[in-house]
């Protein structure tokens, strides 16, 4: 929906939480988050609902995105 609505003119299509059915949908910018969130009730995301860096790659992958390593294409300098 957010594609849709946006276009292609902002190139980040941004989900959260983190998951393949927001991948498959179009989403390409995850926020990989553990430790203190002030959105959540729990004190730690660990083991709840946060995702690393590697396990948000791993969802793209799923997804078959082309996942790319380095500084984010978003945000050219």
């Given at each position: 929906m957010v594609r849709l609505?946006?276009?292609?003119a902002i190139p980040g299509n941004c989900t959260h939480e983190p998951n393949s059915i927001g991948a498959a949908a179009g989403a390409n910018l995850f926020w990989a988050?553990?430790?203190?969130?002030?959105?959540?009730?729990?004190k730690e995301t660990e083991g709840k609902r946060g995702m690393t860096v590697s396990e948000c790659k791993r969802v793209f992958q799923e997804a078959e995105w082309e996942v790319l390593e380095g500084p984010s294409r978003f945000y050219k300098g």
């Open positions: 609505a946006l276009g292609y988050e553990a430790g203190a969130n002030p959105r959540d009730t729990e």
